[in-house]
T-cell receptor
């Protein structure tokens, strides 16, 4: 089972709202990732969690706050977003984040619109 | 120079044709290489990893040229369902960080 699930599929939020994106995998993977993808662009890495610890933060603004409650779950808390943050937010997982990058499996994404 | 570069296309080829894409990378220390495909408004899906000796999966063949720092993807007997954006992926300065190329759009016509 190579499934990564994400909820919600779509989210519309105002600039003063607080919302959370959720991601779950049951493949026993120990690395999880958040990406942001704008239209016609490749995914851009935001955060990497390895063994439930944040290992990479790609200088993401603090209005995005990741959380990894356990090895299967990854959240992205959103607060005071800007319209330019509207994008597809993708979660991915891999066996581990080690010396050689492992294949990553992506969830279907959350399409976020900030009004 | 971008870390990973691809020809954006679009490649528009007839069904049954053979098509090839190249992707160059700048970090000579990169160890992991992948091809993903992404359909419109969907998530990227792993197509195949690329191994040093080259590897094949059905109609798809991937090659790695470390000396010239590029990887390639060959699709034989292309099908309509092969229409997608193909993303070249290479691990960056940190092994846990992978870098996506900008993608090559492929359109197969009947």
């Amino acid at each position: 089972d190579t499934e990564v699930t994400q909820t919600p599929k779509h989210l519309v939020m105002g600039m003063t709202n607080k919302k959370s994106l959720k991601c779950e995998q049951h493949m026993g993977h120990r690395a999880m990732y958040w990406y942001k993808q704008k239209a016609k662009k490749p995914p851009e890495l935001m955060f990497v969690y390895s063994y439930e610890k944040l290992s990479i933060n790609e200088s993401v603004p603090s209005r995005f706050s990741p959380e990894c409650p356990n090895s299967s779950l990854l959240n992205l808390h959103l607060h005071a977003l800007q319209p330019e943050d509207s994008a597809l937010y993708l979660c991915a997982s891999s066996q581990a984040a080690s010396r050689a990058a492992h294949e990553q499996y992506f969830g279907p994404g959350t399409r976020l619109t900030v009004t | 120079r971008k870390e990973v570069e691809q020809d954006p296309g679009p490649f528009n080829v007839p069904e049954g044709a053979t098509v090839a894409f190249n992707c160059t990378y700048s970090n000579s220390a990169s160890q992991s290489f992948f091809w993903y495909r992404q359909d419109c408004r969907k998530e990227p899906k792993l197509l195949m990893s690329v191994y040093s000796s080259g590897n094949e999966d059905g109609r798809f063949t991937a090659q790695l040229n470390r000396a010239s720092q590029y990887i390639s993807l060959l699709i034989r007997d292309s099908k309509l369902s092969d229409s997608a954006t193909y993303l070249c992926v290479v691990n960056g300065s940190s092994a846990s960080k992978i870098i996506f190329g900008s993608g090559t759009r492929l359109s197969i016509r009947p």
